[in-house]
């Protein structure tokens, strides 16, 4: 008979179970900004790059289907939190840039979710919290 490793013991249900908490914890950050987790996402990305991205960019960005984004950056947008801009290397596509009501929320929302994260992450120090960051980093690519 094979021993049986013990649940506690299996990172797939480990960081299962840590994605969970974190995503809970940054649904609830979020409220207060009347964004979700996605559309905060994608908010931040448009504001990461300066000079606007592709919905298809921002898709393959969070790993989600092309179609998925559409809706959230309609509603970005509706809030006038980004804006949708013919891209000057083919205009038949637009681009996504944050609107500066759009970098001050995202400034506001990151602060909430850094303060979200710290709670979730206290039991680690720094160091391991970077080495935490690193090893995700490497396995999601």
Known sequence: MTDIAPLSDDIGFLLSRAGSAMAAAAKSALVPFELRVRSYSVLALACEHSGGLGQRQIAENLGLDPSQ?????????????I???????????????????????????????????????????????SAL?????????
């Open 69 to 81: 984004i559409v809706a959230l950056v309609d509603e970005l947008e509706t809030r006038s939190l």
């Open 133 to 141: 960051r690193r090893a995700l980093k490497a396995i999601v690519g």
């Open 83 to 129: 804006t949708r801009r013919v891209d000057p290397e083919d205009r038949r596509h637009k681009r996504i840039h944050a609107t500066e009501n759009g970098r001050a929320t995202c400034v506001d929302a990151q602060r909430a979710l850094a303060s979200s994260n710290a709670d979730i992450l206290a039991a680690l120090g720094n160091e391991d919290v």
